[in-house]
């Protein structure tokens, strides 16, 4: 089955940007529907994003709308997290996750509903 490795984590400060890339390993990546989600310590993993197949169909966390923003590009078999004005509660590991099935909204967050995980990146951000 497919495999994910995120990158792109760092440590940043408060107000900066971060771009995260999850590459996958091949080509079935594009019948996968795609998410984020993130981990901060002493916390339980949380949903962030999530994109459709074909990137027709976003959503996002209130925590997150308006400031992250998840796109794919299935030519490269990679899913992004551009993630602007950052906050340090935005601190945490952050997981790609694959699902082959899609939906909308509760769906999408659901964690158990995705069955392929990659490893985590760490996000710090600094105040």
């Known amino acids: 089955q497919v495999q994910l490795v995120e990158s792109g984590g760092g440590l940043v400060q408060a107000g900066d940007s971060l771009r995260l890339s999850c590459a996958a390993s091949?080509?079935?990546?594009?019948?996968?529907?795609m998410g984020w989600f993130r981990q901060a310590p002493g916390k339980e993993r949380e949903f962030v994003a999530a994109?459709?197949?074909?990137?027709?169909?976003?959503y996002y966390a209130d925590s997150v709308k308006g400031r992250f923003t998840i796109s794919r590009e299935n030519a490269k078999n990679t899913v992004y997290l551009q993630m602007n004005s950052l906050k340090a509660e935005d601190t945490a590991v952050y997981y790609c996750?694959?699902?082959?099935?899609?939906?909308?909204?509760?769906?999408?967050?659901?964690?158990?509903?995705?069955?392929?995980w990659g490893q985590g990146t760490q996000v710090t951000v600094s105040s």
């Open positions: 996750a694959a699902r082959n099935t899609w939906g909308t909204m509760p769906t999408m967050s659901r964690q158990y509903e995705y069955s392929i």
């Open positions: 994109i459709t197949q074909w990137g027709g169909s976003t």
């Open positions: 091949d080509r079935t990546f594009s019948s996968y529907a």
